[in-house]
């Protein structure tokens, strides 16, 4: 391995520790939490060797949204693998995309609640976006039915599950009834 191959990976491996960091800090304390002097001191590096990385607390969170893209991606596909049909595919869509919004609200918020810097349903948002609202499209289109075209029917759907995840969050919506507003979200469709 030569020295430049290792500095690369030496660098990776510090900004996967400052966006770990990170997340670990926000998901403990909140966003407002998050500041580059308090990371630099928990990763043990200075202050510039953070901003070497990111040039502030917004690509930090952009940083921590596409992650967290990534990763609901994954939770959506697995979730829906496992399902038999299309109704039982969306059911398990719905409780996984809100069951990743409750266990992981900072990256929730990284993702859809602040300013991390990530362009949206553009074209130069992010892969990892991108890919968690096709994890989303590969579901719902087949339920979008005939005269709905798929991809508005996602984005509906999904302002929907978002608008649940986050009245639930901030108590105007009673977790007690969280099943059931995914029953009646799903009974809705138009094909199934």
Do not use: C
């Amino acid at each position: 391995m030569s020295v430049q191959e290792r500095k690369e990976r030496e660098r990776a491996a510090r900004e996967r520790l400052i966006v770990a960091t990170a997340r670990e800090l926000a998901e403990q304390q909140g966003w407002d939490a998050v500041t580059t002097r308090r990371l630099a001191e928990r990763i043990e590096y200075s202050q510039p060797v953070l901003y070497s990385h990111f040039r502030g607390k917004r690509e930090i969170i952009g940083a921590v949204a596409l992650e967290g893209a990534t990763e609901m991606a994954a939770a959506l596909r697995a979730a829906t693998s496992a399902a038999d049909g299309p109704r039982a595919e969306v059911t398990a869509l719905a409780r996984s995309y809100l069951d990743f919004a409750e266990r992981n609200p900072a990256v929730y918020d990284a993702m859809f609640q602040l300013d991390g810097g990530l362009a949206f349903a553009a074209q130069d948002t992010p892969e990892p976006l991108k890919d968690a609202f096709a994890a989303l499209l590969e579901t719902l289109a087949v339920v979008a039915g005939d005269d709905v075209h798929p991809g508005l029917f996602t984005e509906v759907f999904w302002a929907a599950l978002h608008g649940v995840a986050t009245l639930t969050r901030a108590g105007r919506l009673p977790p007690a009834e969280a099943e059931r507003r995914v029953e009646l979200l799903v009974d809705r469709l138009p094909v199934i």
